[in-house]
């Protein structure tokens, strides 16, 4: 019987997305972790005030905002990056009969500073925390965005999908033959949003409070390691084993 190829001139099918008795396919998933020192660190500054009328409490903001900033900025390049963020002026009400009048007004501003020099990081934790109506979180720690470490470790994990797909072929007496794909994993399902990005451990915050008193001391502060993993799903096609 003769066949006829399709009407058209239509391409043939796409290959199958399994192996097949000649060309066998080996489905594999490369993993790897490192360990490294961060490369900078994040701190938040919420300096507050209070006023018995909203324009007291924001010249107040106003002046200890300027201090601050002063301060921070003489670290100079020791400061990578400085914003501010949240700002507020709300009423503090109080009971007055049977209704409420405003007894006095609060003021917040939050400033978020990122530093890579460790040893000024803890002076200016404590020269921050020891200034009134100042409070300071942190530190996080995190690798940098463009970090090696992070090609490092990817190109780690291709390697380790290779070796163990390699040893799956020498145990059948056999050896790779070609890369058919290879992904990251999720790569092919949409990412939810506001899920975080990056491979970034940040350290549990901790909080410093302004406190009266002396000059205070510089703080040690220990850098926390960071751990960055990497997963690769990866298929290739064997020689056919003689099995």
Same mark, same amino acid.
């Given at each position: 019987m003769t066949t006829h190829p399709p009407a058209g001139g239509a391409?043939? +099918? *796409?290959? !199958?997305?399994?192996g097949t008795p000649e060309a066998p396919r080996v489905a594999v998933r490369g993993e790897a972790h490192l360990e490294r020192d961060p490369e900078i /660190? @994040?701190?938040d500054i919420t300096v #507050? *005030?209070? #006023? =018995? +009328?909203?324009? *007291? /409490?924001?010249?107040?903001?106003t002046g200890r905002n300027a201090a601050v900033l002063d301060l921070v900025g003489e670290y100079g390049d *020791? !400061?990578? @990056?400085l914003e501010t963020g949240a700002f507020s002026i709300s009423p503090e009400l109080s009971r007055h009969g049977r209704g409420e009048r405003v007894r006095a007004y609060h003021g917040r501003v939050r400033i978020g500073a990122e530093l890579a %020099?460790?040893?000024a990081l803890g002076e200016l !934790? =404590?020269?921050? /925390?020891?200034? %009134?109506?100042t409070q300071v979180d942190g530190p996080w720690w995190a690798l940098r965005p463009d970090s090696p470490v992070h090609r490092e470790v990817r190109q780690q994990a291709v390697r380790e999908a290779v070796q163990r797909a390699r040893e799956y072929a020498q145990a059948l007496g056999t050896e790779l033959a070609a890369l058919v794909e290879i992904a990251d994993i999720g790569a092919e399902q949409p990412i939810a949003p506001g899920a975080p990005a990056g491979m970034h451990r940040r350290m549990p915050t901790s909080s410093f409070a302004g406190a009266p008193g002396g000059e205070a001391a510089p703080l040690d502060l220990q850098p926390q390691r960071q751990h960055v993993h990497a997963q690769v799903n990866a298929r290739f096609t064997m020689i056919a084993p003689h099995l």
């Open positions: 391409e043939p +099918s *796409a290959p !199958v997305p399994y /660190a @994040r701190i #507050g *005030a209070r #006023g =018995s +009328s909203r324009r *007291a /409490a924001l010249d107040d903001l *020791a !400061v990578e @990056r %020099d460790f040893t !934790v =404590s020269r921050l /925390a020891d200034q %009134d109506l």
